[in-house]
């Protein structure tokens, strides 16, 4: 009777390991990256977009994640139908919130200019508009040829500190940097698991 030989399941069981480790570091290379990127954005804004107001004294922005920039990073302009700017004062930053105080001028459409700097540290910025319906009455504010913190602004442009620390690397770097060590372990991985089996390497159980 002739002997039964051994089907050999080494190799397939080489090229199915190898399948799942590139399959599962790939995942993790690319599916990472965007979460690691991601910045803070703009939730919610009083006024809000296209909204038409009668009244208003503050300019309030809302967004995802506490920001940074407690140096001046974060501005808010407020500018009228007159092109003036309606700002009365320099933005307060508070958690994940802009505060600028306003007194609005003519009755119209009022651009509202904001940047911000992300939780990430990469700075974010934007631009929505509302419509100023005052009452009859109402006072109306004569406005500025420029912002009152434009020239703060301008200075804290002009002189970066120092000593302030080192940017943190942005989300793409990381991710990058991530997936290059993975396609890295994955080669190392799939030439070992699909060498060849020398002569005197016991089969597999």
Not at 186 to 191: I, R, S
Request: aromatic share 4%; with cysteine.
């Amino acid at each position: 009777m002739r002997a039964l030989t051994a089907s050999p399941r080494r190799p397939r069981f080489r090229g199915a390991m190898a399948g799942v480790v590139v399959a599962a570091a790939v995942g993790a290379a690319f599916g990472g990256a965007p979460a690691a990127s991601a910045h803070d954005s703009l939730v919610s804004a009083t006024p809000s977009s296209e909204e038409t107001v009668s009244t208003a004294s503050e300019v309030v922005l809302t967004f995802s994640a506490n920001l940074l920039g407690t140096d001046g990073g974060n501005e808010v302009i407020v500018v009228g139908p007159d092109s003036r700017h309606y700002e009365t004062d320099c933005t307060a930053l508070a958690g994940p919130t802009l505060t600028t105080p306003v007194r609005l001028g003519p009755a119209g459409d009022y651009q509202v200019t904001w940047r911000a700097v992300s939780s990430d540290g990469h700075p974010v910025s934007g631009t929505y508009a509302f419509a100023y319906a005052p009452a009859a009455g109402e006072s109306v504010a004569e406005g500025a040829a420029t912002s009152p913190c434009a020239s703060v602004a301008a200075q804290q442009e002009s002189a970066p500190d120092a000593t302030a620390p080192a940017a943190a690397p942005s989300g793409l770097v990381i991710g990058l940097s991530v997936g290059g060590l993975a396609v890295i372990v994955v080669g190392v991985v799939v030439v070992l698991l699909v060498r060849p089996r020398r002569k005197d390497e016991p089969d597999d159980e």
